[in-house]
């Protein structure tokens, strides 16, 4: 079972980046995106579960990002719009078997590599 994430990159703020993560091996019930900026604990950011039909979001990303899944590409994606320096991380897309979004790191499974987004000021 693998997650590759991709679609970091640097932007300026009031940019927009679209990050993806593909998964192999197996169907997950709920995906979601954490982010981890420096000297800072892994935090919750958005997620999704089983059919798309229910998603969570932390407050400081409510309005600008939005997270979706494509079930038949086993792929979930993290649109982020408006972005700001104070989201400059790099973010982890994870994976869990139930369908409920569960907001702590330890819930989830599987973990991919992490892709760095870095906004400028």
């Known amino acids: 079972v693998q997650l590759q994430a991709s679609g970091g990159g640097l932007v300026q703020a009031g940019g927009s980046l679209r990050l993806s993560c593909a998964a192999s091996?197996?169907?997950?019930?709920?995906y979601a995106w954490f982010r981890q900026a420096p000297g800072k604990e892994r935090e919750f950011v958005a997620g999704?579960?089983?059919?798309?039909?229910?998603?969570n979001y932390v407050d400081s990303v409510k309005g600008r990002f939005t997270i979706s899944r494509d079930n038949a590409k086993n792929t979930v994606y993290l649109q982020m719009n408006s972005l700001k320096p104070e989201d400059t991380a790099v973010y982890y897309c994870?994976?869990?078997?139930?369908?409920?979004?569960?907001?702590?790191?330890?819930?989830?499974?599987?973990w991919g590599q992490g892709t760095l987004v870095t906004v400028s000021s």
């Open positions: 994870a994976a869990r078997r139930y369908s409920t979004i569960y907001t702590p790191p330890d819930g989830y499974d599987y």
């Open positions: 999704v579960s089983r059919g798309g039909d229910s998603t």
């Open positions: 091996g197996r169907t997950f019930g709920s």
